[in-house]
C-alpha cells in the first residue's frame, strides 16, 4: 500500500497473473476524458501493428475532429455515423436510425473478427435511449471473436457493461470549461 509521500516498496500486483487473449475497457463518468482515452488506447494498438476500427455514436460524419484526422492516416478505419448532438436535431427519428445503422455496422466489424481493437465511441447513450437493442449489444460483446478487444465509451455505461468489463474507469467531472460558458476548443475537445 501506499501514499501519496511514499513509494511502494513491494509489489502490488495480484498472484497468479495471465496474459488475456482480449479485454473490454469501459470508459464512462460526468467526467471529460472518456473518448480521449479511447483514442489514444485505438493509437497505441495500431501503433503495436494490431486493426482497429472506430465507430462513432453521436458525432456527426460532417465534423471534422482532430481524433479522425490523426487516425485515418494511421491507417485506423473510422465511422462517424451520428446526427451530432440531438438539442441541434429536427428529427430524432433519423437520430434513431443512424444509431441502428451505426450498430449494424459496428456488430458487422466484431463479428468479422478482422480488427483487434474496435472502439465504440458514446455507445452507452443509443443504449440508454433504446435506440438500439441492449440484449443484442451485449450478446455481440460477450460473443466476440477471442481475439477482439473492445474500448467502450459514454456516460452512464448500464450495469451488464460495467459488468463487462475487464478494465472500467468512471471519470469524475471536478471542473469543466462549459460550466463557465467556455465552448468546446479545437484541439482540446475535437
Known amino acids: 500500500m501506499t501514499t501519496a509521500d511514499s513509494p511502494l516498496t513491494e509489489d502490488p500486483r495480484p498472484g497468479g497473473m495471465r496474459i488475456a487473449r482480449s479485454l473490454v475497457v469501459v470508459n464512462t463518468g460526468d467526467g471529460k476524458g472518456k473518448s480521449s482515452a479511447a483514442f489514444g488506447t485505438a493509437m497505441r494498438a495500431r501503433a ?90 451485449e450478446a455481440t460483446f460477450r460473443n466476440r471473436p477471442e481475439q477482439v478487444s473492445l474500448v467502450l465509451t459514454g456516460r452512464d455505461a448500464p450495469a451488464w457493461m460495467i459488468e463487462l468489463g475487464d478494465t472500467v474507469t468512471e471519470m469524475v467531472k471536478t471542473k469543466h470549461a462549459y460550466d463557465s460558458g467556455i465552448l468546446a476548443k479545437k484541439g482540446i475537445d475535437y
Open 48 to 137: 503495436r501493428g494490431w486493426p482497429v476500427a472506430v465507430v462513432q455514436f453521436l458525432k456527426s460524419d460532417d465534423w471534422v475532429t482532430g481524433e479522425q484526422l490523426m487516425a485515418e492516416p494511421l491507417g485506423i478505419d473510422f465511422w462517424s455515423l451520428g446526427e451530432g448532438f440531438t438539442w441541434d436535431s429536427d428529427d430524432l427519428t433519423r437520430d434513431e436510425a443512424e444509431a441502428r445503422e451505426a450498430w449494424r455496422h459496428g456488430k458487422a466489424l466484431v463479428e468479422a473478427g478482422h480488427h483487434r481493437l474496435v472502439v465504440f465511441d458514446e455507445i452507452t447513450y443509443p443504449l440508454n435511449w433504446g435506440w438500439i437493442d441492449a440484449p443484442e449489444v
